[in-house]
């Protein structure tokens, strides 16, 4: 399988605890995303990175939240002292630029947090 | 500023009806419009896309047309399969900074009935 894989597919944990998502995005892209996605909305823009840089960052990254591409592969977000409204869908994303905007975003299938 | 609004969900239809789910836009410059689905338990996977005013984006019986007069995107399917029950979101993608960034409608939920 050539896609987007996340990991892990769901994570439940105590409010406070530091949490961990990988992604691996599709090998020949250079770009990658991060969405949060809650229930009934659609995905809302965390971060970007073009190959290892990180080149944007939403407002709704609080300090807790951090992401790396250390060497423009694979990806990590961390969520240090986890909070209920952390509770969401995180999706990453992959691209290969494709010109005026018209590039094809490659999602994988999420990692589900749940913050009790 | 850049938004997109869909028409709210659920969508409950029989099988073999016709599909529209409507969508509008608002946006500086010249967006690219696309349509993404998400089925149960899986990620987004995009459905169609359109570049350019008047464009028309089609794939697995599904259209949607560019129509930067009336700024919509509106989905369409001539007649609806139980398999295509899922949420489907509108985007645009518009520059931002040093990139394309994806604007999202709220999705609409489809539920089609055998």
């Known amino acids: 399988d050539t896609g987007v894989s996340q990991d892990p597919r769901h994570k439940i944990t105590k409010r406070g605890q530091n949490v961990t998502f990988r992604c691996d995005p599709i090998?020949?892209?250079?770009?990658l995303y991060w969405y949060r996605q809650t229930l009934g909305q659609g995905p809302e823009f965390l971060t970007y990175?073009?190959?290892?840089?990180?080149?944007?960052k939403s407002r709704l990254l609080s300090d807790r939240f951090s992401a790396e591409r250390p060497k423009g592969s694979f990806s990590t977000l961390e969520i240090q002292r986890t909070e209920q409204g952390d509770s969401a869908m995180y999706l990453c994303?992959?691209?290969?630029?494709?010109?005026?905007?018209?590039?094809?975003?490659?999602f994988g299938q999420g990692t589900r947090l749940t913050v009790v | 500023g850049n938004s997109v609004t869909q028409m709210e969900g659920p969508v409950t239809l029989s099988e073999e009806a016709f599909l529209t789910i409507n969508c509008t836009y608002t946006?500086?410059?010249?967006?690219?419009l696309f349509w993404y689905v998400q089925y149960p338990g899986e990620g987004l996977q995009l459905l169609l896309k359109?570049?350019?005013a008047d464009d028309k984006g089609s794939n697995k019986g599904f259209e949607a047309t560019y129509r930067k007069e009336t700024t919509s995107f509106h989905l369409e399917k001539g007649s609806v399969q139980v398999s295509d029950s899922a949420v489907y979101f509108c985007?645009?993608?518009?520059?931002?900074?040093?990139?394309?960034?994806?604007?999202w409608g709220a999705g609409t939920k489809l539920i089609i009935k055998p």
């Open positions: 994303a992959s691209s290969r630029p494709q010109g005026r905007g018209n590039t094809e975003a490659f």
């Open positions: 946006a500086t410059g010249y967006p690219s």
């Open positions: 990175f073009q190959n290892e840089a990180q080149l944007e």
């Open positions: 090998s020949e892209h250079n770009r």
């Open positions: 985007a645009l993608s518009v520059p931002m900074d040093s990139n394309y960034q994806l604007i």
């Open positions: 359109a570049t350019k």
